[in-house]
């Protein structure tokens, strides 16, 4: 495995298949109240430059429960904020801790930090990629489906970070993907492009009901991510038929299930009705965070 996970493509199809068999087995051991403390002594710094729950939870409960420790840093109280460079903060911190996870705005500054760093790093979100979510989201798929194979995907709403990453990990599992935004919203040119050229399966279309019609799938994720809140009015403005609600999964399959990373914003990119229905694996899809998480983590800093 690579040192660092910073793209879902990071990882092959066959270390995919090993972090999500593990992953399985951890969320099995977690059930029956067993003891997996495996990396007794390592520590995780997790360094902040936006908000978080649920990584930030499931990273730190994750560590712990594998007999580690996870350090919250908020990146405006380090002194990267105060102008100190990525590559002395990497190689200062690679000589405390065992690995880092960063969540960032740019996905250079993660970058940056891997190419300095001595110890592996995770991305924890940055304005290109979220690989940790497609980890939880592909493990929930599994489990639900069985398999991913052929498996037809639905993205609705904006072209973002979880979309990009989306795209790419179609290359692992085999799911063809069609992705539904506005004009002007689309997906990363360069993700589309790597994924068609590696054998991704990936579509674009402008309307949702031509995306989620015959889906297994459909996902979706917030119209104004972190980072683009200056845009709100005109977004709120661009995404209004873009809903995830009970008129459009009348066009997909009655079986079809809906992931949403979260947080979730209800009447805007989905419906409460499609949240609560009985269509929804967000519950389950935040909760294998955490697993999928752990198993990333074993084989990351175990040595
Ligand atoms: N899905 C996700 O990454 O959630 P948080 O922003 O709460 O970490
Ligand atoms: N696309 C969202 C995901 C949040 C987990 C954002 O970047 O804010």
């Given at each position: 495995?690579?040192?660092?996970?910073?793209?879902?493509?990071?990882?092959?199809?066959?270390?995919?298949?090993?972090?999500?068999?593990?992953?399985?087995?951890?969320?099995?051991?977690?059930?029956?109240?067993?003891?997996?403390?495996?990396?007794?002594?390592?520590?995780?710094?997790?360094?902040?430059?936006?908000?978080?729950?649920?990584?930030?939870?499931?990273?730190?409960?994750?560590?712990?429960?594998?007999?580690?420790?996870?350090?919250?840093?908020?990146?405006?109280?380090?002194?990267?904020?105060?102008?100190?460079?990525?590559?002395?903060?990497?190689?200062?911190?690679?000589?405390?801790?065992?690995?880092?996870?960063?969540?960032?705005?740019?996905?250079?500054?993660?970058?940056?930090?891997?190419?300095?760093?001595?110890?592996?790093?995770?991305?924890?979100?940055?304005?290109?990629?979220?690989?940790?979510?497609?980890?939880?989201?592909?493990?929930?798929?599994?489990?639900?489906?069985?398999?991913?194979?052929?498996?037809?995907?639905?993205?609705?709403?904006?072209?973002?970070?979880?979309?990009?990453?989306?795209?790419?990990?179609?290359?692992?599992?085999?799911?063809?993907?069609?992705v539904?935004t506005?004009?002007?919203?689309e997906p990363?040119?360069?993700?589309v492009?790597?994924?068609?050229?590696?054998?991704?399966?990936v579509t674009l279309v402008?309307?949702?009901?031509?995306?989620?019609?015959?889906?297994?799938?459909?996902?979706?994720?917030?119209?104004?991510?972190?980072?683009?809140?200056?845009?709100?009015?005109?977004?709120?403005?661009?995404?209004?038929?873009?809903?995830?609600?009970?008129?459009?999964?009348?066009?997909?399959?009655?079986?079809?299930?809906?992931?949403?990373?979260?947080?979730?914003?209800?009447?805007?990119?989905?419906?409460?009705?499609?949240?609560?229905?009985?269509?929804?694996?967000?519950?389950?899809?935040?909760?294998?965070?955490?697993?999928?998480?752990?198993?990333?983590?074993?084989?990351?800093?175990?040595?």
């Amino acid at each position: 495995m690579k040192k660092d996970f910073l793209s879902i493509l990071d990882i092959s199809k066959g270390e995919l298949e090993q972090i999500l068999c593990e992953a399985g087995q951890l969320k099995t051991l977690k059930k029956e109240g067993k003891v997996h403390d495996v990396l007794r002594g390592k520590n995780l710094a997790m360094i902040f430059e936006k908000s978080s729950t649920r990584t930030h939870i499931s990273f730190e409960v994750g560590m712990n429960e594998l007999g580690g420790h996870a350090l919250f840093l908020n990146a405006r109280d380090m002194q990267i904020w105060r102008g100190e460079e990525i590559r002395d903060t990497a190689r200062a911190a690679s000589r405390y801790v065992s690995g880092l996870m960063i969540r960032a705005y740019k996905h250079s500054t993660i970058e940056e930090f891997a190419r300095h760093a001595t110890i592996p790093v995770i991305n924890g979100l940055s304005d290109l990629e979220h690989p940790c979510q497609l980890l939880a989201d592909i493990m929930t798929i599994q489990e639900h489906f069985g398999s991913t194979r052929e498996l037809r995907v639905a993205w609705v709403g904006d072209g973002n970070n979880v979309c990009n990453s989306l795209i790419l990990s179609t290359v692992l599992t085999g799911m063809n993907v069609t992705v539904a935004t506005p004009r002007g919203y689309e997906p990363a040119e360069e993700i589309v492009k790597k994924a068609h050229a590696i054998g991704g399966k990936v579509t674009l279309v402008r309307k949702p009901e031509q995306a989620v019609k015959d889906a297994d799938i459909i996902v979706t994720d917030t119209w104004i991510s972190m980072g683009d809140d200056a845009e709100r009015e005109e977004r709120m403005r661009v995404f209004r038929d873009y809903t995830v609600d009970a008129t459009l999964m009348r066009h997909a399959s009655p079986d079809a299930r809906v992931l949403h990373c979260l947080p979730a914003h209800r009447g805007q990119e989905i419906a409460d009705e499609v949240m609560e229905g009985g269509q929804s694996l967000v519950w389950d899809e935040a909760e294998n965070r955490l697993h999928a998480q752990k198993a990333l983590l074993v084989r990351m800093l175990k040595k």
